[in-house]
C-alpha cells in the first residue's frame, strides 16, 4: 500500500495512474477469475443437461460454493469482452437463477475458469482487499429461515421447480429472488393491484383536446361531425395523469419453494445466524454511538486512506473499474440518456417529435436558448392531453420549476396561447397575491415548435392522492379542507365569468407545503363565460348534463365538477364512472333523478337520450322517458352494455351515510356519532351543488356557507340565503322518477367486484 499524499487521495474516482497501480493487495487476490456468462448462455447450456446430471451439479456447486474460504475479485469487463475463455463445465450447467447469484456474488475461487491472457500483475498491485469468505446473509424471501435459523446458501431451481412454479401460475416465474410476471417480450413485476383502475381510466379519465372541441358555431352535433364516435375520438385522447403501472416496485417472495429444496439447502450450511447482543440503556453516554474499529481484511485502501467496500463498489465504481481494466474510461456524454417521452421514436419536426407530436424528451436535456430561459430537463411531471409536463431546472437562477411542453400541432398551441392568456390575467390581475389557488405561470417561450409554460412547480395531484390512499376515501375534514379552497378559487372564476371547463382531480395539485393546500391547474379548456364556443368539453366523469345534453353552459358547469370532485374524495371512486356519455347521463339520473323537461326540450343533444313519451300541447308540459340499452344501441349501431353498479344503494345519500365506516370510527362512538352527522352535512351540501338543473345549482359563493363547510350546527335543512327553487314545468318527479326506475333494470347490472374501479372491495 503506498501513501501519496500528493495525490488526491479523498476521490475515490481519482485519475491518477499511481493510485491504480498500487491499489492491488497480492494477498487477497483469488488466481482464478471468474468467467461472466451471459444470461442466455447459462441457460442454454444447461437446459440441455439431463435432470438428474442438473441436480448432481447442484449439488456439486453448493457444496464447493460453501466450503470456499477465498473470493475473487471479478473484472466484469474484462470478462464481459473476453470469448476466448474455456468455461468450466460446472459453471455452464448451473442453473440460470443460480448462475445469477453467483455473478453477483464474485465468492467462487475453486470454480473460476482461467483466462488465458490475463494480466495477474496489475491485479496483484492492487490494495483493494477483499475478506475472506463469510456466511451470505439470510435470504430475506425465504422468511422461514430468516428469524434466528440457518439460511439456505443460495437459491437454486430445478427444473422440475420451474415447472410447478408455472403450473400454479403460468404467468409467473422465479428469478432469483423477486416474482415478476412475463407479458409478451417484457419483464416487469406482479402488478400492484392499485393499478388495476389506472386500465379503466386510459379511456376514461381524459379531458378533451382541441382538435375534438366542437364548435356550436359549426356543428352542433359532436357525433356526426366526420362520422366519428365518441369511441373513436376516446382513443386519440391521452391520460393526464403520468401512467405509472411499468416500474419494478413490488417484491414477492417466490410463490412456491419445495420443502426438499428447502431440506437440502439447510444440510448445505447449516450455522446458526448470528444476533448482536442488547444492551440495557442506563444513561445518556450509552447512547452515543460507538466506532467499531477498523475490521482487519475489511477495507479497501486507496493511498493509505482505507475506504470500504461499499464506497469502492458505490462513490468509488468508477475508480475500481479503472483499476480493474485499463481501457475502461467514463465520459457522462457517453452515458445513455433516459427517455421521459413514450413512444420515442422521431417522426415529425425533423425527428424531434414523436407521432402525437410530443417532444421527445431525455433527461438532461436543454429546454430554451437564451440566457435567463434555459432550463435542465429533470424529470417527467405528468402528461396530458396538450403535452407533457416536466421537472427542470433554470441553468441560471437553479430554480426549479415545471415546464409544459405542448405538442407542436396548431390547435394546442393556439389552445394553449389562451391557457396562457387566462393564467396571467388571473395571476396578476385576479390573484397578484397568490391567495385563491391559481397555479402561478412565471414565463412562457417557443422550443424547437413547442410551446413551452413555466410553472411553480406543485406536488401530487387528487388522483394520485386516492391512488396512493388504495382508493379509499379520504377523511372528512381533508376533504372540508379541500373543498373550500376550491370554492374559493371558484368564486373568484365566478365573479370574472371564467368557467374552467376541466375540473377534476388530475387538475387539483397538493402545493407539497405539507398543510393540505391545493392549486387548480390546467386552463388550457378555460373559456369566458360569453364565449363558450364548444360544446364537447369536461372530462366525462365530471362532464355537467347541461353539456352532456348540449344546453348552453355557464360558470355552474364547474360547480357539477367540484361535486364529483368531492364525492369522489369521499368514496374514493369516481361516482359516475361513465362508460360514455349515454351510460354517464345513465348513472347521473339514477342516482339523482330526473333533469327538468325544460332542459329536455332545450337540449340539442336531448333526443339522442330520450324519448318523448307525452306531450301536453296545451301546458307546453311534455313527458319524457330515457332510452333503454336496445332502443340507444339500434338507433346509433352502439354496443351499449348494462353498466356495472359499484355501490350498493341508488340514490346519493344512501350511498354516502352508508359508505363503509373506518375500524377507527368504528372503535370510538364519539368519533362515529360525528362521522355521521358530518356525513348527513356532506349529503345535503352535495344534493345542492349536484343539482341536474344549473339554474338551481348552488354558487361556489352560496355552497361556501354551507354549514358542511362553515362547520355550525347542521339542523338537516339548509337553503342559501335568497335562494329560490325554480318551478319547472317539467313532469312531476314521481311520473319521471317511476320511468327511470323501470328501465334501470335494462341499464344496469350490480357489480359483485369493483375489478374496474377499486381494487378493494367497496360495495357503498
Ligand atoms: N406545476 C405542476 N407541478 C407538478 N405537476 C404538474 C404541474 N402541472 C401539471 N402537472 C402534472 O402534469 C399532469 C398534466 O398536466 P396538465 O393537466 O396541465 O396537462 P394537460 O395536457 O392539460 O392534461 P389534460 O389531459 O388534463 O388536459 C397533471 O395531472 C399533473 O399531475
Given at each position: 500500500m503506498k501513501a501519496d499524499s500528493s495525490s488526491n487521495t479523498n476521490d475515490p474516482n481519482s485519475d491518477n495512474e499511481n493510485d491504480k497501480q498500487n491499489m492491488w493487495n497480492p494477498i487477497f487476490i483469488n488466481q482464478n477469475p471468474v468467467r461472466y456468462m451471459s444470461q442466455q448462455q447459462q441457460q442454454h447450456q444447461y437446459q440441455h443437461l439431463p435432470q438428474n446430471l442438473q441436480h448432481q451439479q447442484q449439488q456439486q456447486l453448493t457444496q464447493e460454493y460453501s466450503n470456499s474460504q477465498q473470493m475473487a475479485f471479478v473484472n466484469p469487463w474484462m470478462a464481459a469482452t473476453d470469448d476466448s475463455i474455456n468455461y468450466s463445465p460446472l459453471y455452464s450447467t448451473a442453473p440460470p437463477s443460480t448462475l445469477s447469484v453467483l455473478q453477483e456474488s464474485d465468492e467462487h475461487p475453486q470454480k473460476i475458469p482461467c483466462f488465458d491472457n490475463y494480466n495477474y500483475d496489475q491485479r496483484r498491485k492492487s490494495s483493494i482487499i477483499i475478506p475472506p469468505t463469510r456466511e451470505p446473509a439470510p435470504n430475506p424471501y425465504l422468511q422461514e429461515y430468516y428469524n434466528g435459523y440457518p439460511a439456505p446458501v443460495f437459491q437454486l431451481e430445478t427444473n422440475e421447480m420451474m415447472n410447478q412454479q408455472q403450473q400454479y401460475n403460468p404467468n409467473y416465474f422465479i428469478c432469483n429472488q423477486p416474482l415478476y410476471q412475463q407479458s409478451g417480450d417484457s419483464t416487469f413485476s406482479i402488478?400492484?393491484?392499485?393499478?388495476?383502475f389506472s386500465n379503466q381510466d386510459l379511456t376514461m379519465r381524459q379531458s378533451v383536446g382541441p382538435e375534438h372541441f366542437i364548435s356550436d358555431h359549426t356543428n352542433s352535433n359532436q357525433y356526426s361531425k366526420n362520422g366519428k364516435s365518441t369511441q373513436q375520438l376516446i382513443s386519440y385522447r391521452r391520460l393526464s395523469a403520468f401512467p405509472q403501472t411499468n416500474g419494478f416496485h413490488t417484491l414477492q417472495p417466490p410463490m412456491y419453494i419445495s420443502s426438499e429444496y428447502r431440506k437440502s439447502s439447510m444440510s448445505v450450511s447449516p450455522k446458526p445466524l448470528m444476533i448482536s447482543h442488547l444492551k440495557q440503556c442506563h444513561s445518556k453516554a450509552d447512547l452515543e454511538p460507538v466506532m467499531n474499529q477498523t475490521p482487519k481484511f475489511r477495507r479497501a485502501s486507496l493511498n493509505s486512506k482505507t475506504i470500504s467496500p461499499l464506497i469502492a463498489l458505490t462513490k468509488g465504481l468508477i475508480t475500481t473499474y479503472s483499476l480493474c481494466s485499463p481501457s475502461f474510461s467514463y465520459k457522462t456524454c457517453k452515458n445513455p440518456k433516459r427517455v421521459l417521452t413514450k413512444p420515442s421514436d422521431g417522426k415529425f419536426n425533423n425527428g424531434y417529435d414523436n407521432i402525437n407530436s410530443d417532444y421527445i424528451l431525455c433527461v438532461n436535456d436543454v429546454l430554451g436558448t437564451e440566457q435567463n430561459r434555459k432550463y435542465l430537463v429533470l424529470d417527467i411531471l405528468g402528461q396530458g392531453t396538450f403535452g407533457q409536463v416536466v421537472k427542470c431546472q433554470n441553468i441560471l437562477t437553479s430554480e426549479i420549476v415545471a415546464i409544459k411542453v405542448i405538442k407542436s400541432r396548431a390547435e394546442y398551441i393556439n389552445q394553449s396561447i389562451t391557457e396562457v392568456k387566462i393564467l396571467k390575467f388571473l395571476n396578476q390581475e385576479l390573484d397578484p397575491y397568490d391567495k385563491h389557488h391559481f397555479l402561478r405561470l412565471f414565463d412562457s417561450f417557443l422550443h424547437r415548435n413547442h410551446l413551452c409554460l413555466v410553472f411553480e412547480v406543485l406536488g401530487k395531484n387528487l388522483y394520485e392522492v386516492l391512488k396512493q390512499n388504495r382508493f379509499h376515501g379520504l377523511t372528512i375534514s381533508l376533504i372540508r379542507k379541500i373543498s373550500s379552497q376550491l370554492l374559493d378559487c371558484l368564486c373568484m372564476l365566478k365573479d370574472n365569468k371564467i368557467v374552467h371547463c376541466d375540473l377534476k382531480p388530475e387538475n387539483i395539485l397538493l402545493t407539497g407545503s405539507g398543510k393540505s393546500e391545493i392549486k387548480v391547474i390546467d386552463f388550457g379548456s378555460s373559456c369566458q363565460e360569453s364565449r363558450t364556443l364548444f360544446s364537447y368539453i369536461q372530462s366525462r366523469f365530471y362532464r355537467s348534463p347541461e353539456v352532456i345534453m348540449g344546453i348552453p353552459y355557464s360558470t355552474s358547469i364547474d360547480m357539477w365538477s367540484l361535486g364529483c370532485i368531492i364525492a369522489e374524495l369521499f368514496l374514493g371512486i369516481p361516482i359516475f364512472p361513465g362508460s360514455s356519455e349515454f351510460n354517464q347521463l345513465t348513472r347521473i339520473i339514477s342516482c339523482i333523478g330526473n333533469p327538468p323537461a325544460w332542459m329536455i326540450d332545450m337540449g340539442k343533444s336531448s333526443d339522442k337520450y330520450f324519448i318523448k313519451i307525452e306531450s301536453d300541447e296545451e301546458t307546453e308540459c311534455n313527458k319524457y322517458r330515457l332510452k333503454t340499452i336496445e332502443e340507444y344501441n339500434t338507433e346509433f349501431q352502439k354496443k351499449e352494455i348494462k353498466s356495472k353498479l359499484y355501490f350498493k344503494w341508488d340514490n346519493l345519500s344512501d350511498i354516502i351515510e352508508n359508505y363503509r365506516f373506518s375500524k377507527e370510527l368504528q372503535k370510538s362512538p364519539v368519533a362515529f356519532e360525528q362521522e355521521k352527522k358530518d356525513r348527513r352535512a356532506l349529503e345535503h351540501f352535495l344534493s345542492g351543488i349536484l343539482s341536474l338543473n344549473p339554474l338551481e345549482r348552488w354558487t361556489p359563493q352560496q355552497a361556501l356557507m354551507h354549514p358542511f363547510i362553515t362547520q355550525q350546527h347542521f339542523s338537516g335543512d339548509w337553503y342559501p340565503p335568497g335562494f329560490i327553487p325554480h318551478v319547472g314545468t317539467s313532469p312531476s318527479n314521481q311520473d319521471f322518477n317511476d320511468t327511470i326506475m323501470n328501465n334501470n333494470d335494462s341499464h344496469f347490472h350490480r357489480s359483485n367486484t369493483l375489478q374496474d374501479m377499486s381494487p378493494t372491495k367497496r360495495l357503498g
Amino acid at each position: 500500500m503506498k501513501a501519496d499524499s500528493s495525490s488526491n487521495t479523498n476521490d475515490p474516482n481519482s485519475d491518477n495512474e499511481n493510485d491504480k497501480q498500487n491499489m492491488w493487495n497480492p494477498i487477497f487476490i483469488n488466481q482464478n477469475p471468474v468467467r461472466y456468462m451471459s444470461q442466455q448462455q447459462q441457460q442454454h447450456q444447461y437446459q440441455h443437461l439431463p435432470q438428474n446430471l442438473q441436480h448432481q451439479q447442484q449439488q456439486q456447486l453448493t457444496q464447493e460454493y460453501s466450503n470456499s474460504q477465498q473470493m475473487a475479485f471479478v473484472n466484469p469487463w474484462m470478462a464481459a469482452t473476453d470469448d476466448s475463455i474455456n468455461y468450466s463445465p460446472l459453471y455452464s450447467t448451473a442453473p440460470p437463477s443460480t448462475l445469477s447469484v453467483l455473478q453477483e456474488s464474485d465468492e467462487h475461487p475453486q470454480k473460476i475458469p482461467c483466462f488465458d491472457n490475463y494480466n495477474y500483475d496489475q491485479r496483484r498491485k492492487s490494495s483493494i482487499i477483499i475478506p475472506p469468505t463469510r456466511e451470505p446473509a439470510p435470504n430475506p424471501y425465504l422468511q422461514e429461515y430468516y428469524n434466528g435459523y440457518p439460511a439456505p446458501v443460495f437459491q437454486l431451481e430445478t427444473n422440475e421447480m420451474m415447472n410447478q412454479q408455472q403450473q400454479y401460475n403460468p404467468n409467473y416465474f422465479i428469478c432469483n429472488q423477486p416474482l415478476y410476471q412475463q407479458s409478451g417480450d417484457s419483464t416487469f413485476s406482479i402488478a400492484d393491484p392499485t393499478m388495476s383502475f389506472s386500465n379503466q381510466d386510459l379511456t376514461m379519465r381524459q379531458s378533451v383536446g382541441p382538435e375534438h372541441f366542437i364548435s356550436d358555431h359549426t356543428n352542433s352535433n359532436q357525433y356526426s361531425k366526420n362520422g366519428k364516435s365518441t369511441q373513436q375520438l376516446i382513443s386519440y385522447r391521452r391520460l393526464s395523469a403520468f401512467p405509472q403501472t411499468n416500474g419494478f416496485h413490488t417484491l414477492q417472495p417466490p410463490m412456491y419453494i419445495s420443502s426438499e429444496y428447502r431440506k437440502s439447502s439447510m444440510s448445505v450450511s447449516p450455522k446458526p445466524l448470528m444476533i448482536s447482543h442488547l444492551k440495557q440503556c442506563h444513561s445518556k453516554a450509552d447512547l452515543e454511538p460507538v466506532m467499531n474499529q477498523t475490521p482487519k481484511f475489511r477495507r479497501a485502501s486507496l493511498n493509505s486512506k482505507t475506504i470500504s467496500p461499499l464506497i469502492a463498489l458505490t462513490k468509488g465504481l468508477i475508480t475500481t473499474y479503472s483499476l480493474c481494466s485499463p481501457s475502461f474510461s467514463y465520459k457522462t456524454c457517453k452515458n445513455p440518456k433516459r427517455v421521459l417521452t413514450k413512444p420515442s421514436d422521431g417522426k415529425f419536426n425533423n425527428g424531434y417529435d414523436n407521432i402525437n407530436s410530443d417532444y421527445i424528451l431525455c433527461v438532461n436535456d436543454v429546454l430554451g436558448t437564451e440566457q435567463n430561459r434555459k432550463y435542465l430537463v429533470l424529470d417527467i411531471l405528468g402528461q396530458g392531453t396538450f403535452g407533457q409536463v416536466v421537472k427542470c431546472q433554470n441553468i441560471l437562477t437553479s430554480e426549479i420549476v415545471a415546464i409544459k411542453v405542448i405538442k407542436s400541432r396548431a390547435e394546442y398551441i393556439n389552445q394553449s396561447i389562451t391557457e396562457v392568456k387566462i393564467l396571467k390575467f388571473l395571476n396578476q390581475e385576479l390573484d397578484p397575491y397568490d391567495k385563491h389557488h391559481f397555479l402561478r405561470l412565471f414565463d412562457s417561450f417557443l422550443h424547437r415548435n413547442h410551446l413551452c409554460l413555466v410553472f411553480e412547480v406543485l406536488g401530487k395531484n387528487l388522483y394520485e392522492v386516492l391512488k396512493q390512499n388504495r382508493f379509499h376515501g379520504l377523511t372528512i375534514s381533508l376533504i372540508r379542507k379541500i373543498s373550500s379552497q376550491l370554492l374559493d378559487c371558484l368564486c373568484m372564476l365566478k365573479d370574472n365569468k371564467i368557467v374552467h371547463c376541466d375540473l377534476k382531480p388530475e387538475n387539483i395539485l397538493l402545493t407539497g407545503s405539507g398543510k393540505s393546500e391545493i392549486k387548480v391547474i390546467d386552463f388550457g379548456s378555460s373559456c369566458q363565460e360569453s364565449r363558450t364556443l364548444f360544446s364537447y368539453i369536461q372530462s366525462r366523469f365530471y362532464r355537467s348534463p347541461e353539456v352532456i345534453m348540449g344546453i348552453p353552459y355557464s360558470t355552474s358547469i364547474d360547480m357539477w365538477s367540484l361535486g364529483c370532485i368531492i364525492a369522489e374524495l369521499f368514496l374514493g371512486i369516481p361516482i359516475f364512472p361513465g362508460s360514455s356519455e349515454f351510460n354517464q347521463l345513465t348513472r347521473i339520473i339514477s342516482c339523482i333523478g330526473n333533469p327538468p323537461a325544460w332542459m329536455i326540450d332545450m337540449g340539442k343533444s336531448s333526443d339522442k337520450y330520450f324519448i318523448k313519451i307525452e306531450s301536453d300541447e296545451e301546458t307546453e308540459c311534455n313527458k319524457y322517458r330515457l332510452k333503454t340499452i336496445e332502443e340507444y344501441n339500434t338507433e346509433f349501431q352502439k354496443k351499449e352494455i348494462k353498466s356495472k353498479l359499484y355501490f350498493k344503494w341508488d340514490n346519493l345519500s344512501d350511498i354516502i351515510e352508508n359508505y363503509r365506516f373506518s375500524k377507527e370510527l368504528q372503535k370510538s362512538p364519539v368519533a362515529f356519532e360525528q362521522e355521521k352527522k358530518d356525513r348527513r352535512a356532506l349529503e345535503h351540501f352535495l344534493s345542492g351543488i349536484l343539482s341536474l338543473n344549473p339554474l338551481e345549482r348552488w354558487t361556489p359563493q352560496q355552497a361556501l356557507m354551507h354549514p358542511f363547510i362553515t362547520q355550525q350546527h347542521f339542523s338537516g335543512d339548509w337553503y342559501p340565503p335568497g335562494f329560490i327553487p325554480h318551478v319547472g314545468t317539467s313532469p312531476s318527479n314521481q311520473d319521471f322518477n317511476d320511468t327511470i326506475m323501470n328501465n334501470n333494470d335494462s341499464h344496469f347490472h350490480r357489480s359483485n367486484t369493483l375489478q374496474d374501479m377499486s381494487p378493494t372491495k367497496r360495495l357503498g
